[in-house]
């Protein structure tokens, strides 16, 4: 569909915890906009979930983009089982896992949450580290934001 904003992202740290970034590029009506984040002390699975937060966040309160449906690609697992299958069962728990103890970054899933009620999202899982063009960029600008939060 033409009207569908393809969205990319990836997120690290240098160390698990440590300084962390976040990359994503958001693609609609032959644009290419890139953002990205970071902090000085955080894991990688923060910021696999901030890159997807602030992508959707970007859609969401841009008017000309937020009835527009969204493809998003992340090279995380965690991310995509996460907010399509997992969140589900962690929601009906009380926010508890499986084995009863609380989710980890039970703020960012439910900000993400929120954002996929609110918009037209489908997400696909890419492999990293593997070519595609959209989430290499993705994976530079999470490393130049590990550099500067060094």
Same mark, same amino acid.
């Given at each position: 569909?033409?009207?569908?904003?393809?969205?990319?992202?990836?997120?690290?740290?240098?160390?698990?915890?440590?300084?962390?970034?976040?990359?994503?590029?958001?693609?609609?009506?032959?644009?290419?906009?890139?953002?990205?984040?970071?902090?000085?002390?955080?894991?990688?699975?923060? =910021?696999? @979930?901030? #890159?997807?937060?602030?992508? &959707?966040?970007?859609?969401? $309160?841009?008017?000309?983009?937020?009835?527009?449906?969204?493809?998003?690609?992340?090279?995380?697992?965690?991310?995509?089982?996460?907010?399509?299958?997992?969140?589900?069962?962690?929601?009906?728990?009380?926010?508890?896992?499986?084995?009863?103890?609380?989710?980890?970054?039970?703020?960012?899933? =439910?900000? @993400?949450? #929120?954002?996929?009620?609110? &918009?037209?999202?489908?997400? $696909?899982?890419?492999?990293?580290?593997?070519?595609?063009?959209?989430?290499?960029?993705?994976?530079?600008?999470?490393?130049?934001?590990?550099?500067?939060?060094?």
């Amino acid at each position: 569909m033409e009207d569908t904003i393809i969205v990319y992202t990836d997120g690290g740290c240098s160390g698990n915890p440590g300084p962390g970034g976040w990359g994503t590029v958001l693609l609609f009506d032959g644009k290419d906009l890139r953002l990205s984040g970071g902090e000085h002390e955080t894991t990688n699975n923060r =910021m696999e @979930l901030s #890159a997807a937060i602030n992508a &959707l966040s970007t859609i969401a $309160n841009t008017p000309q983009l937020k009835s527009r449906p969204v493809c998003l690609y992340s090279d995380s697992q965690y991310v995509k089982n996460g907010i399509t299958t997992w969140i589900k069962g962690w929601k009906a728990k009380g926010w508890r896992t499986a084995d009863k103890k609380p989710v980890k970054n039970q703020d960012l899933w =439910m900000t @993400l949450d #929120a954002l996929n009620l609110s &918009l037209n999202v489908t997400w $696909n899982w890419v492999k990293g580290h593997a070519g595609i063009e959209y989430n290499e960029i993705c994976d530079q600008l999470c490393q130049s934001e590990i550099a500067k939060h060094r």
